[in-house]
C-alpha cells in the first residue's frame, strides 16, 4: 500500500509538472511523508519531490532539517522506551554509509544542478517507490 500511495503521488507530481514548494504541496508532501515513514520508515522522499525544482542548496537545506526534526524524534522514542539496543546497533551499522556520503559530497555537490538533482530526485523517490512494494 505504502509503495502505490509513493508511486501515486510520484505520478502526480511528475504529471503537474513545474511543481513548487507552495503550501499546499508542502502539506500533502509532509503528509505523505508521516504516513510514510510511520508504515515503512521511508519518509523523505515526498518532501525531495516537493522540492524538486529548488536550487539544489535549498533542497539539501530543507531535506537536512526535515531528517533532523526525524532523528529528534527517534530520540524521543528512545526516552520513552520504545527504541532499544537492537534498533541502536542497527543504526550505527547505517553509520559508515553517513561517513562515505559526508567525504564524497564536497566533489559531487559541483556536478548537481538543478536539473541533474531533479532527475536525481525522480529516478530515486521512483526506485524506492518500486523497491517497496
Same mark, same amino acid.
Given at each position: ?19 513548487? *514548494?507552495?503550501?499546499? %504541496?508542502?502539506? =500533502?508532501?509532509?503528509? /505523505?511523508? #508521516?504516513?510514510? $515513514?510511520?508504515?515503512?520508515? &521511508?519518509? @523523505? ?22 531528517? *533532523?526534526?526525524?532523528? %529528534?524524534?527517534? =530520540?524521543?522514542?528512545? /526516552?520513552? #522506551?520504545?527504541? $532499544?539496543?537492537?534498533?541502536? &546497533?542497527? @543504526? ?42
Amino acid at each position: 500500500m505504502a509503495g502505490d500511495l509513493r508511486l501515486d503521488l510520484l505520478v502526480y507530481l511528475r504529471s503537474v509538472g513545474n511543481i513548487g *514548494a507552495a503550501l499546499q %504541496a508542502l502539506l =500533502v508532501g509532509g503528509g /505523505v511523508a #508521516g504516513i510514510m $515513514g510511520t508504515m515503512v520508515g &521511508i519518509n @523523505g522522499a515526498p518532501i525531495a519531490l516537493v522540492f524538486q525544482n529548488a536550487e539544489p542548496a535549498q533542497t539539501r537545506a530543507v531535506l537536512g532539517a526535515f531528517f *533532523a526534526v526525524g532523528y %529528534a524524534m527517534s =530520540v524521543a522514542l528512545t /526516552v520513552v #522506551g520504545l527504541f $532499544g539496543w537492537q534498533e541502536l &546497533i542497527l @543504526g550505527l551499522l547505517l553509520l559508515p554509509g553517513v561517513g562515505v556520503g559526508y567525504a564524497i559530497a564536497p566533489l559531487v555537490v559541483r556536478f548537481l544542478d538543478r536539473g541533474r538533482l531533479r532527475i536525481g530526485v525522480l529516478v530515486i523517490s521512483g526506485a524506492v517507490a518500486l523497491l517497496a512494494r
